[in-house]
């Protein structure tokens, strides 16, 4: 048995790594950076505005901006609430005139998304300068985002330094696909109807004017809106998330909060793969972080046909996800690997599964093994280890874009070591 377990063995020694990482992490910036004009305008657009009611206003630091309380709040109070007349939605471009309805044309035709039609109003209310009702809101829009459609060459060659396998490729595939859309605007909107847009835009503002859009839009009911000022709000996984209540859109505390403290919200139960992509940083904590991981079954012989039907038959899954805490979702995935471990001897064991017992345990004894081996596969596509990710995270010169690439795949690799801390404690309790 001491032999068997010393496959677990090495990985023990990554505890120390965890520790340090974890640390590390809640040291590091995890908010997008971009410049920012003065918020005094938004400010006061805000406090004109009596439909508005807050409890919050504007900070920032050399690294981001947030909004924090005006005043102590207690768990379940409104901090903030935001009248649907003064949300931007797809209407509202669609009736701006002749574009609009030519943009609304290429919408019914799938030729664009409510993202890109809020990107176009977004460069038309622009175009205006301080006529425009959302110049307030216009001035203080970030200009430049670290999310994939404003990835530099420098930054995908990290990423692959990184992880071996073209794991980005999905990202890249999406700036073509969002070129091929600016192509049909430019081509059928912004070149046509030039008294809306008469200074040309490019590619680079296009992707501006999208990310604005996609890193800080709200779902509002059924459809997408530009929600100005409560756009500033920060994510929290564990908190709530902002409603729809008759005629505002409100956010209500989902905690105590001290004044002076950063107000969060959840943007929703998303995956550090879902935040990076979508709004450009990774959280220190998230435990709606996870891994997707999929079993292949062999099926050449008959009695590993069989197993492979057993195993559709009891409607386990060939795809489970790895979380934050090395668990599984869904909760039948160690199950599924002792059925696949199963042999012919151990057949009249099988119903052991259901109750929640071990098969036994050399059928226990290979299904961690084929669990370790899994993992390992996975830990062997990283190019770094922990500690030379904390090293790099050191380097003053590294991108935010780059440090939350670091910090993603590092967590992953943390995620993963925590499954092995998992498996080895799995064991232990067997063999006591």
Known sequence: INAEYGP?????????????????LFSVVEFSSSQQEDESILLSWVSKNPGIGTKLTIAKNAQYRTLITTQPLKKGDVALEIPISVIYQVPHVFESGPFGAALKNLFQEQLCTEVTVLAVGLLHEKSKGTSSPLYAYLSTLPKTFSVPLFYTAEDYKLASQLYQEPLFQELQDRTELMYRQFQVLDQKIFRVYKEAFPNEIDFDLFK??????????????TSVGIVPFADMVNHDPSASQPTLLEDKFVFQSSRDYKEGEEFAVSYGVLSDW???????????????????????SPNSTIWEQMIQNLIQLLGYQDAY??????????????????????????????????????????NELKSLKSLVKIIKGFLGK???????????????????TQKNLVLYFAKQKLMLNNALVKIQQSWLSILS
């Not at 990554?14 to 640390?23: A, D, H, M, Q, V």
């Not at 501006?208 to 009911?221: D, E, I, L, P």
């Not at 450009?280 to 999929?294: D, M, P, R, T």
Request: aromatic residues 14%; contains cysteine; charged residues 20%.
């Open 8 to 24: 677990f063995l090495p990985f023990m020694t990554y505890t120390t790594s965890l520790l340090l990482l974890t640390f590390f």
């Open 208 to 221: 501006w004017a999208v990310c604005s859009v996609s890193t800080r839009a709200w779902r509002v009911g």
């Open 274 to 296: 879902e935040t990076l992509t979508r709004y450009g940083f990774v959280s220190a904590i998230n435990q709606n972080n996870h891994l997707e991981v999929k079993f292949n």
């Open 321 to 362: 996800r790895l979380m934050a805490d090395g668990s599984w979702e869904p909760d039948t995935c160690f199950n599924r690997i002792r059925l696949a471990n199963l042999l012919p001897s151990e057949y009249s064991e099988i119903n052991k599964l259901t109750s929640g017992e071990i098969i036994g345990l050399e």
């Open 382 to 400: 990283y190019s770094s280890t922990v500690q030379e990710d904390q090293e790099r995270l050191k380097n003053p010169y590294l991108s935010t």
